[in-house]
């Protein structure tokens, strides 16, 4: 391999004997110069040919043993305290090349600390382990999105092949039709939050903060929900403070309060109840939106927020498990918190908490 190649070298180098070889020829000429110069003048010696050239060979040949030693001691040194390692992460920086996710560089204790080796391994490890996580959840990624689109698009095929049936009562096909529509907005739906939550996480969406009535956005999002609380006689309870500003961006939050409200609906059975509120606590405030449905277990709760997650498989039909990943990606980008309470059989409260903007007035849309 082209690394070991590399490394394949004799204690011997010859580029270092002749740096070596001209600093000790620079220092030992230097300190014998000024050596002689001082001893003659003190002590008025006077030098023969012979001697001058005596004492040449033997301060040349001290060079040549000098640089020589120094050029085997240095190899010595990076021998082992310098290529070792080195040899180390580069073996293991071409095992995470090749795929190998899980590979781990045993710390290198040196002689020398200040080399810094094992600094370089730590974050080699870390960096290493950070990408054994990004492929786990990329794995993850495509096997659910794979589940998730195979789902809809099998129950869009079933439906197609039964309108084929000339046999069908009227009642049947619309009955078919309307099946194959509720899948078709199913699957647009998953492939619109898969874009957004990519577009959030890859930070191709940059939040533009303006002023504005929370209440009155909370109240507008709610509404929009009317025809699926009363075609499930579900009760609406609503407690939101007034003059309630935020300076924060306001299609980002809507995402969050449409994806809690659609939540709270769906997981709430028929004659149940969901509740708003709207308080502010300090410099926050602080939305709460809590529903009489199934509820959620401990385990569950520490994972409601991951991508395709979906604690309750009896209402997996109803959602693709993207929504509160977004929810939580939103909370992130705009500087809020996001945090579930729940105790299963009866219900769930999420709470959401934005920084409050100073008096003063609201932001109009041009």
Known sequence: MKSDSNFRRF?????????????????????????LTTLAGSMEITYTERGIRLAAVTTFGNVIFLSLLCTVIDGVRRKYMVERPVRRIVQG???????????????YHGIDDRAGFDTIIDYFNCMAEEL????????????????ELKTPLAI???????????????????????????????????????LKLNRLENQQIYPTAKRYNLGEQLAECLLNFESTWEKKSIDIET??????????????LSLVWNNLFSNALKFTEPGGTVSVTLKTEGDYATVRVSDTGCGISLETGKHIFEKFYQGDTSHATQGNGLGLALVRRVADIV??????????????????????????DIQKDS
Request: charged letters at 25%.
């Open 239 to 252: 407690d939101i403070e007034e003059d309630v500003l935020v300076e924060s961006d306001d299609e980002l």
């Open 11 to 35: 204690l011997f180098s010859l580029r270092s004997y002749v740096a070596f070889f001209l600093l000790m020829s620079f220092v030992i000429t230097c300190c014998m110069l000024l050596f």
């Open 132 to 147: 054994s996580g990004v492929e786990t959840l990329r794995t993850d990624f495509i096997a659910n999105v794979s589940h």
């Open 335 to 360: 500087g809020g918190d996001i945090s579930v309470e729940s105790e299963v059989g009866k219900g769930s409260t999420f709470t959401v908490k934005i920084g409050r903007a100073a008096n003063g």
């Open 93 to 107: 920086a071409e095992k995470l090349m090749q795929g190998d996710f899980s590979t781990r560089i045993e710390p």
């Open 156 to 194: 869009m095929q079933n439906y197609g092949t039964m309108l084929q049936s000339p046999d069908l009562t009227e009642a049947q096909r619309m009955e078919y039709a309307k099946a194959i529509t509720e899948q078709s907005r199913r699957l647009a739906d998953l492939i619109t939050n898969i």
